[in-house]
Nanobody, 111 residues
Framework: QVQLVESGGGLVQPGGSLRLSCAVSGASLNLYSMGWYRQAPGKQREWVAS???????NYADSVKARFAISRDNAKNTVYLQMNSLKPEDTAVYYCRGINRWGIGTLVTVSS
């Protein structure tokens, strides 16, 4: 059974950084495109970033130049490095791939 488990969320001050992880079990990550999404309170879930099997990346305009998605196929894990965080980045962040969603990890940006 394929499972995606996010970790690394928490409370951070504006301008701070966090790194989210998405550990995949039950399947090899190697050939799959993976993505990060987020859902802020009262808003719809939105796409944040994605990484193709060969490593090509794409970002939403709102996070471009601040966030970086990466993958470690040997560890079957996808990462989202988030820098220069803003209060509007506050959301539950979800990992998506292999036709599965993770359960999410909460990121709160507040002073």
């Amino acid at each position: 059974q394929v499972q995606l488990v996010e970790s690394g969320g928490g409370l951070v001050q504006p301008g701070g950084s966090l790194r989210l992880s998405c550990a995949v079990s039950g399947a090899s990550l190697n050939l799959y495109s993976m993505g990060w999404y987020r859902q802020a309170p009262g808003k719809q879930r939105e796409w944040v970033a994605s990484i193709a099997g060969e490593g090509n990346t794409n970002y939403a305009d709102s996070v471009k130049a601040r966030f970086a998605i990466s993958r470690d196929n040997a560890k079957n894990t996808v990462y989202l490095q988030m820098n220069s965080l803003k209060p509007e980045d506050t959301a539950v962040y979800y990992c998506r791939g292999i036709n599965r969603w993770g359960i999410g990890t909460l990121v709160t940006v507040s002073s």
